[in-house]
């Protein structure tokens, strides 16, 4: 049986709640996205909550390789070894840490453009990004590629957001993980925050694309479940 679990997870006082997902069937557990570092035991916590034993998990699918996105990918395969690791074959060199992370590349930029006194924040950021687990990544994804446990999985190139942004179309149900390339603001389907978007147009390009697919539900990592006028609310985010 296949089922699809979306997991409410906050650290209270620190940051904002983050949506991951939970697919699974009779012989696969997926987790899409895997939190900030030191996330395992909430993830965990949060699981037992919902009735799913985490450690049936199969695989890690890495929309991409933010540190709210994969930070806790190196805790997740120290307690879990078995588990597979599967990112877009644009995102592999980042989260293996084969290449330096684009956002610490970005952040050591604004880094230099600073005052003194905004500096030591910036640092600690830095010094945060820098400290992210590197993990190899097993299985590298191109757009289309389709997988047929947890209802059929298709991988949908969205760049903008990072240049090797994916989405995960879950057929059966007509469910879009859409990882960062759209967010959840006050009720709205909304692009991603311009500031962390390296390629707004290449963004709106990625929605755009969305139309092609009969969505019924839209799962944001910052934001949660979107169902309202769907087609509608895509069109909208293009034409900004």
């Known amino acids: 049986m296949n089922k699809l679990t979306v997991l409410e997870i906050n650290l209270t006082g620190s940051i904002n709640t983050i949506f991951p997902v939970i697919l699974s069937d009779d012989k696969e557990m997926v987790l899409v996205d895997c939190g ?4 395992l035991n909430l993830i965990e916590n949060t699981t037992k909550g919902n009735e799913i034993d985490i450690s049936n998990l199969t695989k890690i699918i890495i929309t991409h390789h933010d540190f709210d996105h994969m930070g806790s990918l190196g805790e997740f395969k120290r307690k879990y070894p078995n588990i597979k690791i599967f990112s877009s074959i644009d995102e592999e ?10 956002r610490l ?12 006194h905004e500096k030591k924040g910036a640092r600690d950021f830095q010094r945060m990004l ?3 687990e590197n993990v190899p990544v097993d299985v590298v994804l191109k757009d289309k590629d389709f997988f047929s446990f947890c209802g059929g999985i298709e991988i949908i190139s969205t760049p903008g957001h990072m ?3 994916i989405s ?6 007509k469910t879009l993980i859409a990882g960062d390339a759209m967010v959840i603001e006050d009720g709205k389907l909304s692009i991603a925050n311009p500031q962390y978007t390296l390629d707004i147009d290449e963004a709106k390009k990625s929605i755009s694309k969305l139309l092609n697919y009969k969505i019924d539900r839209i799962i944001c990592y910052h934001g949660g479940v ?6 509608e609310s895509l ?3 293009c034409c900004l």
């Open 130 to 132: 820098e400290s992210i």
């Open 168 to 173: 995960v179309y879950i057929k059966d149900s």
């Open 105 to 116: 590349q970005q952040a050591e930029k604004i880094y230099k453009t600073l005052s003194e």
């Open 226 to 231: 979107y169902t309202k006028n769907i087609k």
């Open 235 to 237: 069109g909208n985010i």
């Open 93 to 102: 060199k980042y989260v293996s840490g084969k290449e330096k992370s684009l």
């Open 36 to 39: 900030y570092p030191n996330f």
């Open 163 to 165: 240049p090797g942004h």
